[in-house]
Structure formats: C-alpha cells, structure tokens
C-alpha cells in the first residue's frame, strides 16, 4: 500500500510539471561581463507548445527575475521589480520575446560572478516556468582619464552654483580577450554613478585625448586598430551625440579647434557612413513612364 502511495505521488508531480514541460522560458545575455551601473540588458524568449493560447502580462509578476551572487560572500539587493507589464496573447506553436534591462532593479554595484535566472507565471494553470540561470561577471575597469565639469544651468536659473558631475574614461578587459573603452558618468566623489557607456574596442598602447566644449559635452578620440581612430561625442547625461572613424592618413587625427573656436578632428580622414551619401531610387523599367516621340 505504501508503494502503490508513493507511485501516485510520483504520478501527480509529473502532472504537476507537465505544462512546463510545454511551456519554456529561455534567457540570455548578449555578454557575460559587465562594469558596475552597466546596462545588463536580458532576452527572453516564452515558447508555447502547450496546444493552447496564454494570457499574459496582465501585471508586473507574469515575468520575474532573481539575481543572486556565486562568491558566497555577497547579497543581492532587489531595489524593484522591473516593469514587464503589457496584456498580450501568445498562441500556441508561437515565441514572445521580451527585453528588460535589469541594472536599475538589483543592486550590482560589487565586482563578483553572479547568475540571473527568470520566472514566468501562468495565471490560467496557476503554475511558474523557471528558465536555466545565465552566469555573469561584474568587472572593474582602469581609469585612464577623468575630470569635473559643471551641470549647465537651466535658462533663467543663474543664482546658484552649479552641479558638479564627473567624466571618467576606463578601459576594461573584456573575457580577458578584447580591451574595451567606456565612459562614466558620476557625481563629484565618483561614488554615485549616472551612467555607463561602452563606447568602443581599443588597442592596448591606446591613450585617449578628450576635451570638453562650452556646453560641457565630452569629446573623445582614441586608437581602435593599427590605423583607425573612434571618434565619440557626449553630453553630461552620457548620451552619445556624434561618433565617427577616422584613419591615419598623412596625419594623426587628433582633436583641435576650427576657425569659430569649435571642437572638430584635425587630420586623417573621416569614413564615410552609408547615411551621407543619397544614392540614386532604383526602379523597374515597367515604371519608368515611357517618353513621348520627339
């Protein structure tokens, strides 16, 4: 009797599961190291084999997440949930996919491995689909350059002092492989952070030349291969607002100041970006209007 017990017990938990069986969530990083305050942005995919159609995304707990660290010695601290509500339908033999940026929800601030694992809840079963967890590592980086600027004013605002924030250039060794450059953006201890922003690959003999303009915008140039050169413009909210390349050719490209006193690129040649050039509407000839005999 107690055998023939502990088969229907086993018998119903296989029941229990089988809509996650039908039902799965996958999550995935586009990388898998990143600096402090860095976007850690996921994907995820919901794939509906169930036969039937699910309602989802009625609340802001049809899709869940838990961060937790892999060092043993460190706490995650869950700030928010993420916002993931959204009504949708997903039929059956169909994939949703959603984005969700989850740096502003967990607190991530400490170097460290941790894993990310997502929760899908099915109000209609009453039952939650787990995906595999997705390690990752928060990196730090070598500062390489850095200075304070004050917050412009707003216009009609000029009897207080300003704000102070502060650039920050790091480089960071991506998988021990690729050397990245980034730009943050912080309060004048540099303890808070605004904003990260991976602006490019660089060579590691690279250093960058930056300076800032009158609206307090950063403008930064630096090397990226043996005879190219990025060349990226910010705003102190860490908004990219320009960003072109530039080869050595005849000269270095470095940053100078134009006849108006403005910031530009002196030297080597800029590529061209396929927005520059307008080239030619291309048609078939049974739309060509066909011409009058002179």
């Known amino acids: ?53 699910l309602h989802l995304g009625t609340d802001n707990n049809w899709l869940t997440f838990n961060v937790k660290s892999l060092d043993g010695n460190l ?39 941790y894993s990310i694992t997502a929760f899908l809840h099915i109000p209609e079963w009453n039952m939650d689909v787990s995906s595999g967890p997705q390690e990752f590592d928060i990196i730090d980086g070598a500062e390489l350059w850095s200075q304070a600027f004050g917050l412009p004013v ?34 004048e201890t540099g303890q808070n952070i605004f904003k ?4 490019g690959p660089m060579v590691s003999f690279s250093q960058p030349e930056a300076q800032l303009d009158d609206d307090s915008n950063l403008h930064v140039i630096y090397q990226t291969g043996a005879e190219s ?15 072109d390349v530039y080869d050595y050719l005849n000269s270095r490209p470095h940053l100078g100041l134009d006849s108006s006193g403005h910031i530009v690129v002196l030297g080597g040649a800029r590529r061209v970006k396929p ?17 009058p005999n002179q």
Not at 233 to 243: A, H, I, K, S
């Open 1 to 53: 009797m107690k055998k023939l017990a502990t088969i229907l017990v086993f018998a119903l938990l296989a029941f229990c599961r089988a809509p996650a069986q039908i039902v799965t969530l996958e999550l995935s990083l586009d990388q898998d190291q990143f600096l402090p305050a860095e976007t850690l942005p996921v994907t995820i995919h919901v794939i509906n084999n169930s036969g039937q159609n």
């Open 75 to 113: 706490s995650v601290v869950k700030q928010s949930q993420p916002p993931v509500a959204g009504v949708f339908d997903l039929g059956s033999s169909e994939v949703a996919i959603k984005h969700v940026d989850i740096e502003p929800y967990f607190n991530l601030r400490q170097t460290g491995r």
């Open 154 to 187: 707003p216009a009609g605002v000029s009897n207080r002092p300003p704000e102070i924030r502060k650039y920050v250039l790091e480089e960071a060794n991506y998988l021990q492989r690729q050397l990245r450059m980034y730009l943050l953006v912080t309060d």
């Open 196 to 199: 990260v922003s991976a602006i």
């Open 229 to 243: 050169f990025l060349y990226s413009v910010f705003n102190p909210d860490g908004t990219v607002l320009q960003q």
């Open 275 to 291: 927005s520059d050039t307008q080239l030619p509407m291309i048609v078939p000839p049974n739309a060509v209007p066909a011409q």
